[in-house]
């Protein structure tokens, strides 16, 4: 997980009884969210490291 990026559920309403199935569909999806914004921080990190891929070489000349 990355460092400041915490899971936060959302209240139940009142009237609704949570049951398990739902508690983990609701956990699933936030901790689907919490997933797609470190893949999306890992990305970007990777796209703007200028290191890593200099703005002159293109992803097709890799000697690799």
Known sequence: MIPGVYLQQEPA???RRVTAA??????SSSLASATMAEVAV???RQIASPARFPATSSFFDDPR
Not at 22 to 27: E, G, L, R
């Open 22 to 27: 739902h508690a983990q569909a609701s956990f």
């Open 13 to 15: 309403p009142p009237h």
């Open 42 to 44: 890992l990305l970007h």
